[in-house]
């Protein structure tokens, strides 16, 4: 069993924008939810940072 000893000097990139601060979020509109494509919208893990916050 290994430990997680290691500690990166550099802040770990957040893995659900990768870095960009952006992620993709799917557009719905109407009742049915229609898929009407994606657009960019803020990462709510590192909040546009690009880092992961709880590295
Ligand atoms: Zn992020």
Do not use: H, W
């Amino acid at each position: 069993m290994a430990t997680r000893t290691t500690k990166p000097s550099e802040p770990s990139v957040c893995k659900p924008c990768g870095g960009t601060g952006n992620v993709p979020v799917t557009v719905r509109v109407g009742r049915k939810r229609r898929l009407v494509g994606q657009q960019d919208g803020l990462c709510l893990n590192c909040f546009g940072s690009g880092t992961d916050p709880n590295a």
